[in-house]
C-alpha cells in the first residue's frame, strides 16, 4: 500500500481523507491547473499532504492532516463549485505517520487508466480496496 514515515511537524493524530469528484461541467484543463495551485498553497499552511489524481474527468484524492485541519478542507471541498459528484470513500483516524509527507500536493495526470485505476468506480469499492487501488496506482505514476 502506501509508505508510511514520520514527519517533524506532525500532529499526534491525522485524519485522512479519500475522495472522488469530477471536474463540473464548464470547466477545462487551466482550471486543473489552478487547483492544483490553490491546494499546494492552502495545503502548506495547514499542515495537510496527499496525492490528487485526475484521469481527464474524473479526481481520486488522499489527504491527511491536523482533524481540524481536515474537516474545513473537506467542508471547502464540498462547496467548491468546480467539484461535482463529491463522493467520500474513506474517512477517519489514520495515526501517527503520514502516508504522503513531502508532498503538500502531489499530483499525477494523464493515462491514469493504464495503472488500472478506474477512478469513476472506485467510489463503488469498499474503503480498504479503494484505498490500496490509489496506493498501487501512486506508486506506478510520474507524481509532480
Known amino acids: ?12 493524530s491525522l485524519r485522512s481523507l479519500l475522495y472522488t ?17 490553490q491546494a499546494r498553497e492552502m495545503n502548506a499552511i495547514h ?4 496525492v490528487l ?7 481520486a484524492q488522499y489527504v491527511e492532516g491536523a482533524p481540524e485541519a481536515m474537516a474545513v478542507l473537506e467542508e ?16 477517519g483516524i489514520s ?16 493515462d491514469i487508466e ?6 469513476a468506480a472506485l467510489s463503488q469499492t469498499d474503503a480498504y480496496e479503494a484505498l490500496e487501488r490509489f496506493g498501487d496506482a501512486v506508486k506506478t505514476l510520474d507524481i509532480f
Open 21 to 37: 469528484s469530477r471536474l463540473a461541467a464548464g470547466y477545462g484543463p487551466t482550471e486543473v491547473g489552478r487547483i492544483v495551485k
Open 53 to 59: 489524481v485526475f484521469d481527464g474527468d474524473w479526481f
Open 114 to 119: 493504464s495503472t488500472g485505476l478506474d477512478i
Open 76 to 91: 471547502h471541498l464540498r462547496a467548491d463549485p468546480r467539484h461535482a459528484d463529491f463522493t467520500v470513500i474513506d474517512a
Open 47 to 50: 499542515g495537510i499532504t496527499g
Open 1 to 12: 500500500m502506501f509508505v508510511e514515515s514520520e514527519s517533524p511537524a506532525m500532529p499526534s
Open 95 to 110: 495515526g501517527p505517520k503520514r502516508r504522503f509527507p513531502n508532498w503538500v500536493m502531489g499530483y499525477a495526470d494523464g
